[in-house]
């Protein structure tokens, strides 16, 4: 069964870190890009990084350039998001997603996301 499951959200204060996880089965991440969303209350769902199969293929949204980093554990099969710098802006309920079994680059195109995690929340707050 293809699966993601997301885990790391958390309450955090304004300048904080924070690191998610992406945990996919199913399918190997050597041959997979991995698109991590957002979507904060009363906002769309906007794509914020992305991380594909070949070295190098890394995309950041302009919001979080430099602050968040995105990185791929192939013997973990398991893609991490490196958040720092948080202010409020930040705060969502995360979600990755990939193309399977498509194998587009980065950053995937939303109409061929078939996988979804589930979420998990990130609230940046003092």
């Known amino acids: 069964q293809v699966q993601l499951v997301e885990s790391g959200g958390d309450l955090v204060q304004p300048g904080g870190s924070l690191r998610l996880s992406c945990a996919a089965s199913?399918?190997?991440?050597?041959?997979?890009?991995i698109n991590w969303f957002r979507e904060a209350p009363g906002k769309g769902r906007e794509g914020v990084a992305c991380?594909?199969?070949?070295?190098?293929?890394?995309w950041y949204s302009d919001s979080v350039k430099g602050r968040f980093t995105i990185a791929v554990d192939n013997a973990r099969n398991t893609v991490y998001l490196q958040m720092t710098s948080l202010n409020s802006e930040d705060t969502a309920v995360y979600y990755c997603?990939?193309?399977?079994?498509?194998?587009?680059?980065?950053?995937?195109?939303?109409?061929?996301?078939?996988?979804w995690g589930q979420g998990t929340l990130v609230t940046v707050s003092s």
């Open positions: 199913g399918f190997s991440l050597s041959y997979y890009a």
């Open positions: 991380i594909g199969s070949s070295d190098g293929e890394i």
């Open positions: 997603a990939t193309d399977w079994p498509r194998g587009g680059t980065c950053p995937l195109e939303k109409r061929y996301l078939g996988v």
